[in-house]
């Protein structure tokens, strides 16, 4: 399955981003979906995952309550609305699929492009 992130930019502290991953190839509803962050200088961490029929969803405690994944297997997209942005939250975005519902990256065998998310003022 190939993936294609977007919707990454420059937003203000506080401020709102919409982030999408858009699938094509395999059947897009047999993988469960994460979302990845790396800063640089720092290892890529987990953010965001969602089960295959989007029943599940699990975030990392950092994101909690403000940021929010969601799937659309009609329409092969998985989004992360993130919001109330703070600086910390800085980083190549990435998309990830995998057969296993798990926050290790080393199990997610499909990679999309990193969005840049900037939060600053």
């Known amino acids: 399955v190939q993936l294609q992130a977007s919707g990454g930019g420059l937003v203000q502290p506080g401020g709102y981003l919409r982030l999408s991953c858009a699938a094509s190839?395999?059947?897009?509803?047999?993988?469960?979906v994460g979302w990845f962050r790396q800063s640089p200088g720092k290892e890529r961490e987990f953010v965001a995952r969602?089960?295959?029929?989007?029943?599940?969803?699990v975030y990392t405690d950092s994101v909690k309550g403000r940021f929010t994944i969601s799937r659309d297997n009609a329409k092969n997209t998985v989004t992360l609305q993130m919001t109330s942005l703070v600086p910390e939250d800085t980083a190549a975005y990435y998309c990830?699929?995998?057969?296993?519902?798990?926050?290790?990256?080393?199990?997610?065998?499909?990679w999309g492009q990193g969005t840049q998310v900037t939060v600053s003022s």
């Open positions: 990830a699929a995998g057969s296993v519902f798990t926050m290790s990256r080393s199990q997610y065998a499909y």
């Open positions: 190839g395999r059947t897009f509803s047999n993988y469960h």
């Open positions: 969602i089960s295959r029929g989007g029943t599940s969803t």
